[in-house]
């Protein structure tokens, strides 16, 4: 019997599933207290080690690592763990974000301070023709990069968008799925695996160690397609079926409407994503040293000869300086700086277009 | 201008899945037509094989026929784009072009189309549409702002206005007012039965009380579980289905007591 009645009892508590009983109102840290807990810690660490000799890195981990077991120990005790915890995976993340804006800074400050001393009219005017030592510039590699960028993007956006259309609005089936397959093994290609792809390309039909700006562009091509391709498709994936069908709805032919509903809707996401995908390949070095190689004058025409692009100039100007090393390695950092420079303006033009064309709701 | 719908022995697929089967149900002009029926029963499916919208989805097919005014639209050589034209649609969700501003909006089926017109001519027709569909006096001031600015009802006005733009013969409206607050329902009700005048409506609706305010004629649509294809339960004035059906489940459905 006492068994029974047990066995009655016992669901009822299993059922019983409220939440545990928590204070309601728990103290509360002073809204200073993480920026003076900061402070007290960078003295404190700072003031230790230095009398034991100061390493910055030392210093810095020490710090974070105190901080975080004192803001923790300091919330749990006065605010309870839930806010201790929020607390220190709040210090966690910021910590992480500090450490991977290092290298980031540590790039764009050796970039600038070492690039700025031949940032000057001389290298954006002049090639490297007839110079030895001292002076000349990246005049030819500029324009160089530009043309060769160019001509790539001419070549791999058509391609990408219309297969990325093709993809979302058409493709089903056999044909769609293989695609989709080849497009991502592209994606993961390495540089110079299209580079020699391009360079083989072109030894067959004009011999054997042929160097042009167009094959240039086509290995460049070769990894912008599938860039532009994802990109694309993402973004048309995003524009809701509805509006397909409201325009079908209205009588209008299927292409049409991709051309006057679905591209307009998406245009600022595929514009990003095209400018981006130039952004990404415009840097690229292995692949335009196998098929372009370099050229120390002023060439125009990429489909004779050798052609200067920034990345192999500033990679020949720091494997290969001559005597004297200073003027080249110079050169090479400003070439650097100067790539920089050109792909963080197509990274602002690319949030200028996304602005620009999204729609806007008043 | 309103034309008349004729459907006959129509059986709607989803592959080889038969989402509705045998529907026969003959719609007149300037009637509103109401249909009803629990949710997944075909209502929605049945209203999109009216414009051929139906085959947008990839493997579904129909088989039967369905006349406006004796011409069948699944007939050989016939362009769904032209059936279109002709029937408009309403969606459950307002989806005006995000890209385009009220006005462009409304002759989004001109502009799509490329069909050339004056601008006095257009000016015209927004105002027109606008009118009809009870949204002129709300966005007269600010016809070049974007049409997703509005609210719900508005923007749900403004697809309507867009569809009647094109001046078709027959007005879909697939669950209107189901997500709109009363009082938008209720505009477009008005609105509904002002355009019975010019066009011959069919509408789906879940809110019985939305059938019985707006429609002639009621159609119930049940299913007999899950799997089994909707079937068309019977079809009659809407006072007739709201009072004495023949059938034993309309009442129940009409009545509450299930569904």
Redesign the interface.
């Known amino acids: 019997m006492s068994i029974d009645t047990q066995r009655e009892r016992s669901p009822e508590r299993e059922l019983d599933t409220s939440l545990d009983a928590m204070p309601v109102i728990r103290g509360q840290l002073p809204r200073w207290s993480p920026w003076v807990g900061l402070v007290a810690v960078v003295l404190i660490v700072g003031g230790v080690l230095s009398a034991t000799g100061l390493s910055i890195g030392l210093f810095a981990v020490v710090s974070a690592v105190v901080y975080a077991v004192g803001m923790y120990t300091a919330s749990r005790v006065v605010e309870g763990p839930r806010k201790a915890t929020d607390r220190l995976v709040t210090i966690i993340v910021t910590a992480a974000f500090l450490v991977a804006l290092i290298p980031l800074v540590s790039v764009v400050y050796t970039v600038v301070s070492e690039g700025l001393s031949r940032f000057d009219a001389e290298f954006f005017n002049s090639s490297m023709l007839g110079i030895v030592g001292e002076g000349g510039g990246a005049y030819h590699a500029v324009m160089g990069t530009l043309i060769i960028t160019g001509l790539a993007a001419a070549m791999s956006i058509p391609v990408g968008l219309l297969t990325a259309i093709y993809l979302v609005e058409y493709g089903?089936g056999r044909l769609a799925r293989a695609i989709t397959f080849f497009v991502d093994v592209m994606t993961g290609i390495p540089s110079i695996v299209a580079g020699l792809f391009a360079f083989a390309l072109f030894a067959l039909f004009f011999g054997p160690g042929v160097r042009m700006g167009f094959a240039g562009a086509v290995a460049l091509s070769v990894l912008m397609v599938p860039v532009v391709v994802r990109s694309t498709e993402e973004m048309l994936k995003i524009v809701?079926n509805?509006?397909?069908?409201?325009?079908?709805?209205?009588?209008?032919?299927k292409w049409?409407?991709i051309l006057?509903?679905v591209l307009?809707?998406s245009v600022a996401g595929i514009a990003t994503g095209v400018t981006l995908a130039i952004a990404r390949v415009m840097g690229e070095t292995a692949p335009l040293l196998v098929t372009v190689g370099l050229a120390t004058g002023m060439n125009l025409n990429p489909f004779d000869g050798r052609m200067a692009t920034l990345p192999v100039f500033a990679y020949y100007s720091y494997v290969s300086p001559g005597v004297p090393r200073e003027p080249s390695l110079e050169r090479a950092w400003t070439a650097a700086l100067v790539l920089i420079m050109i792909v963080m303006a197509l990274n602002l033009l690319a949030r200028l277009i996304s602005r620009v064309f999204a729609?806007?709701?008043? | 201008m309103a034309k008349s719908i004729d459907v006959a022995n129509l059986d709607i697929y989803y592959g080889s899945f038969l989402a509705v089967h045998d529907v026969t149900m003959t719609i007149k002009p300037q009637t509103v037509t109401a249909l009803i029926g629990p949710s997944g029963c075909g209502k929605s499916t049945f209203l999109r094989s009216i414009?051929r919208?139906h085959e947008?989805i990839?493997g579904a097919r129909v088989e039967g026929r369905i006349e406006l005014d004796g011409l069948n639209l699944y007939g050989p050589g016939v362009d769904p784009?032209?059936?279109?034209?002709?029937i408009?649609?309403v969606?459950q969700?307002p989806?005006?072009?995000?890209?385009m501003s009220i006005y462009d909006n409304v002759i989004?089926?001109m502009?799509?189309?490329?069909k050339k017109m004056k601008k006095a001519a257009l000016d015209d027709l927004v105002e027109r549409s606008l009118r009809g569909a009870n949204l002129w006096n709300e966005v007269k001031d600010r016809l070049e702002?974007?049409g997703?600015?509005l609210s719900g009802g508005q923007q749900q006005r403004l697809?309507i206005a867009?569809?009647i733009a094109?001046q078709p013969d027959v007005l879909l409206m697939d669950e209107p007012c189901s997500a709109l607050d009363p009082i938008s329902t209720l505009a477009i009700e008005d609105l509904i039965n002002e355009l019975k005048n010019d066009y011959t409506i069919v509408i789906v609706t879940h809110n019985m009380q939305q059938a019985a305010r707006v429609s002639d004629f009621t159609g119930f649509f049940n299913i007999e579980g899950t799997g089994k294809p909707g079937k068309l339960v019977e079809m009659d004035d809407t006072k007739t289905i709201f009072s004495q059906p023949a059938q034993q489940a309309t009442e129940d459905y009409v009545s509450g007591r299930f569904g």
């Open positions: 089903k809701p509805e509006l397909r069908e409201a325009s079908f709805a209205l009588g209008v032919p049409r409407t006057k509903v307009p809707t729609p806007k709701t008043r | 414009n919208m947008v990839p784009v032209a059936v279109r034209r002709q408009g649609m969606f969700r989806n005006p072009f995000p890209t989004a089926g502009r799509l189309n490329n702002k974007p997703s600015g697809c867009r569809a094109v």
